[in-house]
């Protein structure tokens, strides 16, 4: 185990009941590594002022931390190009910026033409979760309630997911995308998930899932239980709009959600504590 890893968990362990978990680590993992050597020697000198004697964990040299800059760093590509999405850190990755950079020079299908926006999404760079539904919008309810949607299971693309499109340009009057856009665009949110590795995929609504799943099965059909893609578990479940307009789904989605959760609890089990809206 590292350093890093072994302070981050020295910490957790050892001072839970008086620091904020999500904030120590959400700041641990931006910190330099002069900043690493200093927490590290405060925690030193508590730990020897609350035990009366110098701890077991501290007593060899201090250990050689790094910087967490290259991991840290956080994607925003999209807030330029949509109004009203959550904002993200400011931070871009070089490979995000690639994507980006292709995403805004892309003429691969018609929506390149029509297009009023483009957005390759947005989020943290190493997100739990990639949340990917059907075309880029500036609606704000339906932002309202995506953002309502992820915080209740402890999501924000400010601290731990991710937030795409399938297809990463507007279509004309919010129609959804067709086969020959989906499949046009369908690279871009490969290189995402290379890029990102999430450990959960959702699928928001009909579109976003079947495009993933390959299939044409209903959203009803596919939602609920999970599947893969790319090895990678994925939950289908209902897009935002859906759920305005059809209210009745809302217990079905959050029953979902609370699978994404457990899952989660699963694989990440600190997850909640990185949670920052
Ligand atoms: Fe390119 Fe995707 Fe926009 Fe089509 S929707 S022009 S494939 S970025």
Redesign the pocket.
């Known amino acids: 185990m590292t350093n890093n890893k072994l302070l981050t968990l020295f910490i957790v362990n050892n001072y839970k009941d008086f620091l904020n978990e999500g904030q120590t680590i959400w700041y641990y993992m931006n910190m330099t590594a002069q900043e690493k050597e200093s927490l590290y020697n405060l925690l030193k000198t508590v730990s020897s002022a609350i035990d009366g004697y110098t701890s077991v964990n501290f007593k060899n040299e201090n250990p050689s931390f790094s910087d967490d800059i290259a991991i840290s760093q956080q994607s925003v590509s999209s807030q330029q190009t949509v109004s009203n999405q959550t904002s993200a850190p400011s931070q871009t990755s070089s490979a995000s910026f690639d994507i980006s950079s292709?995403?805004?020079s892309?003429?691969?299908?018609?929506?390149?033409?029509t297009?009023s926006a483009?957005a390759?999404g947005y989020g943290v760079s190493n997100p739990f979760v990639y949340v990917l539904l059907d075309?880029p919008n500036d609606e704000p309810m339906i932002n309202e309630l995506l953002t309502k949607m992820l915080s209740a299971i402890s999501l924000s693309p400010k601290s731990n997911c991710y937030i795409s499109t399938v297809?990463?340009?507007t279509?004309p009057n919010n129609r959804e995308?067709n086969g020959e856009?989906l499949a046009?665009?369908l690279?871009?949110v490969d290189a995402e998930i290379s890029m990102l590795k999430p450990k959960i995929i959702i699928a928001m609504g009909k579109v976003a899932a079947q495009t993933l799943l390959r299939t044409n099965l209903k959203i009803t059909e596919l939602r609920g239980e999970f599947t893969e893609y790319d090895k990678i578990p994925l939950m289908p479940t209902f897009h935002p709009k859906t759920l305005i307009v059809g209210p009745q789904f809302k217990g079905d989605a959050w029953a979902d959600l609370k699978l994404v959760k457990a899952k989660l609890l699963e694989l990440v089990p600190f997850y909640e504590n990185t949670f920052k809206n």
Request: glycine share 0%.
């Open positions: 292709k995403i805004n892309c003429t691969r299908c018609p929506l390149s033409k297009t483009k390759p075309s297809v990463k340009c279509t995308p856009e046009a665009c690279s871009f």
